[in-house]
């Protein structure tokens, strides 16, 4: 089957007649206007990455609720189920912006190909782990297969579908699917638990990413420049490193606080280097992140709302886990159920986004989507200590989870608009990054705060209400520094 002739410039889908030039294109011709319908090789195109990118969502989430199971199969400390995932959010938030200027340089479709390829054969050394130093292997490959696929994977989408109405649509189409993955994952991973092993919550990877690595190549072709710059060595050093110490530093203060020593250490080590790959790209010749991206309002202001929408929302789960197991006692599997309604949510916000940008604008998204998730997570103040109160519960996550989707489609079409193709590895990896270290800076956040409190129904509380500033803090700046898009 031959590939299928994909546009890998950034004037869009020759197939479907030509794209305005913009910051992104270097047409010299009157701006004409973008297609505005998908045609069938986008279709496969955005199948097969969703596809991906829904796989990567389920396997962020399908082992929170093996742990226990999988620490008595192989003999893990209770201390030490916690590096399961850890491991896998150090490789996955380490690697990821480096992989995605990786991707920029040689080559989109083979790093998303050898990330799949990766996660495939990581997956099934899991599920065959005999001890606990073969699972972490597999876990921080797995965590290095994600840092490969997420960024290749949406630097594919953003450049096959041309900056406007049809990228805004893939984009919500991919963040609602990527909640639909983490709320499908909590549900899978305790289903195969119980009816199979904890060992087919790797095995299921396997299948997956074999269909797609057979069928990509005839779908995705490959985009990459006509020279090989030099990838910027002392740079990926540097930011790899900060990044690394940061997770690390993150995870070590939600274990132990925020005062541990070697918490403190890590993130000053995270700070100190970060600080100086900001130096290191100011003299190298081909720079990992060039500093004009650097300073692009909508790269910063865009990756700033990001970064809020990951933290408050995946800090809020875990919030409302320990309101409903440990205040209204609710088993595990009944908890995870009952955040069927903020995947919900979730899905008909990405559903929706696409249209709702094209109405009012990226900058509109991210404002309005922070409002709604800020006033629907205020709501939960009201949660008492009775089960009466789970209707309260259902309705506020719901409503939440459409105004957080909505805020991250916004993020995801603002913090890579503008750029030159050649660059959306580059801004889909900052993007990823974003993502997270928002989702490991969350919990450790909301912990900090819950302690305060003697009560843990107090603590709870005063949690939701610095969520729910934090998020409405972030709509507001958005809109007062993004330009009108």
Do not use: C, K
Not at 122 to 139: D, F, I, K, N, Y
Not at 220 to 226: K, V
Not at 348 to 368: D, E, P
Request: cysteine-free; proline content about 5%.
């Amino acid at each position: 089957m031959a590939a299928l002739d994909l546009p890998t410039s950034s004037t869009g889908p020759t197939s479907t007649g030509p794209v305005p030039a913009g910051p992104s294109s270097t047409g010299t011709g009157p701006a004409e206007p973008a297609p505005t319908r998908m045609t069938g090789r986008m279709r496969l195109v955005l199948v097969v990455l969703l596809l991906a990118q829904f796989m990567l969502a389920v396997d962020f989430s399908i082992l929170n609720v093996a742990l226990p199971v999988i620490g008595q199969g192989l003999g893990f400390s209770l201390g030490g189920l916690q590096w399961i995932a850890t491991a896998f959010a150090l490789a996955a938030a380490g690697f990821t912006l480096l992989f995605g200027r990786i991707a920029d340089l040689v080559g989109r479709r083979r790093v998303f190909l050898g990330g799949m390829a990766l996660l495939g054969v990581s997956s099934l050394v899991g599920g065959l782990a005999t001890g606990p130093e073969m699972l972490m292997a597999a876990r921080v490959a797995q965590g290095l297969a994600t840092a490969a696929v997420t960024p290749a994977g949406l630097s594919l989408l953003t450049a096959s579908f041309p900056e406007g109405p049809l990228r805004a649509r893939a984009l919500g189409l991919n963040g609602a699917l990527m909640s639909a993955g983490f709320t499908t994952g909590a549900i899978l991973g305790g289903a195969l638990t119980d009816l199979l092993s904890w060992r087919w919550a790797f095995f299921i990877n396997v299948p997956v990413a074999l269909a797609v690595v057979l069928v990509a190549p005839a779908v995705l072709r490959e985009s990459r420049p006509a020279g090989r710059p030099r990838l910027d060595l002392p740079g990926a050093v540097t930011v790899t490193g900060g990044l690394l110490a940061l997770v690390y530093g993150l995870t070590v203060a939600g274990e132990h606080g925020w005062t541990d020593p070697t918490a403190l250490a890590a993130l000053a080590a995270g700070a100190v280097l970060l600080a100086l790959f900001g130096l290191v790209e100011r003299r190298a010749a081909a720079p990992l992140v060039p500093l004009r991206v650097l300073r692009r309002r909508t790269v910063v202001w865009g990756n700033l709302a990001g970064l809020i929408a990951f933290v408050t929302e995946t800090s809020l789960v875990f919030l409302m886990t320990l309101y409903l197991q440990d205040v209204l006692g609710f088993s595990p599997l009944a908890a995870g159920l009952s955040f069927g309604v903020l995947g919900a949510g979730t899905i008909l916000g990405g559903v929706l986004a696409s249209r709702f940008i094209g109405r009012f604008g990226a900058r509109s998204a991210l404002v309005t989507g922070g409002l709604l998730q800020a006033a629907a997570t205020l709501a939960l103040f009201g949660l008492g200590e009775g089960r009466d109160g789970l209707w309260l519960l259902l309705a506020a996550t719901f409503a939440g989870g459409v105004g957080n989707m909505l805020a991250i489609v916004g993020f995801m079409v603002t913090a890579t608009s503008g750029l030159p193709d050649e660059e959306q590895g580059m801004a889909t990896g900052l993007a990823t990054m974003t993502q997270q270290i928002g989702i490991t800076m969350g919990t450790p956040i909301m912990s900090a705060v819950v302690v305060t409190a003697p009560v843990l129904l107090d603590g709870i509380g005063l949690a939701v209400l610095v969520n729910a500033a934090i998020v409405a803090a972030g709509a507001v700046l958005a809109g007062l520094f993004l330009r009108r898009t």
